[in-house]
């Protein structure tokens, strides 16, 4: 049996307290507040287990919506609009366990979102993926799989249009 991607659920209630990333920030939401959001529906996580249920990773995906001026302006969209708010996709978290780093699982989880980003779009509008990297360590890593970074913000983003390209599969 392979590791797969399935949602949080009480299931995961004692593998979710052994995750350790390196992030004590992201330890804890998982631990303490990623099923609580959940429920709210505020977000929803996405766990990475293997076959012995330990948790390799996890994702958070939310519908979220960001200023459309500096995008617009700067020609970081392929579109013009005059509306002033723009809805995306965020992953609000997303973090692998520090046993299992370095062996591309961040590479997979992260395509899996980028699928299920991809997938929802069809469905609901969303213009691009957005993700706030924590650190320059996250930025160099999401540099590597096409997110660019807006100016003065932390924040990184791939539009929906080249996501559909990439993933053209799904559509
Ligand atoms: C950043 C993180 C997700 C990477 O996960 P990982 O499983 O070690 O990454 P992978 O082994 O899948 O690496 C995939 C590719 O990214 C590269 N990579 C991994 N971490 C990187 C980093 N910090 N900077 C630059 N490149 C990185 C790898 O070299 C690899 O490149 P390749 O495909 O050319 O071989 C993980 O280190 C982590 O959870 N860090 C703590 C939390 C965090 O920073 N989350 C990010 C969002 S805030």
Do not use: W
Not at 50 to 68: F, M, R
Not at 102 to 115: E, F, M, T, V
């Amino acid at each position: 049996m392979e590791a797969k991607v399935v949602v949080l659920s009480p299931l995961h209630k004692d593998a979710k307290k052994s995750f350790k990333c390196g992030s004590d920030f992201l330890d804890k939401y998982l631990a303490q507040f990623a099923f609580q959001d959940q429920q709210k529906k505020l977000s929803v996580c996405f766990v990475f287990e293997n076959p012995s249920e330990e948790i390799i990773g996890y994702y958070t995906l939310n519908a979220s919506s960001i200023d459309a001026k500096n995008i617009i302006d700067q020609r970081l969209m392929p579109f013009k609009t005059n509306y002033q708010t723009l809805p995306i996709i965020l992953i609000g978290r997303f973090a692998i366990d520090q046993q299992f780093k370095g062996k591309g699982y961040g590479k997979k989880l992260l395509s899996d979102a980028l699928k299920r980003c991809t997938q929802q779009a069809h469905q609901i509008g969303a213009c691009a993926v957005f993700v706030e990297p924590k650190d320059e360590s996250a930025r160099q890593f999401y540099l590597k799989f096409g997110f660019r970074g807006l100016p003065d913000q932390n924040k990184m983003f791939i539009t929906m249009q080249n996501l559909i390209k990439i993933y053209s599969v799904f559509h």
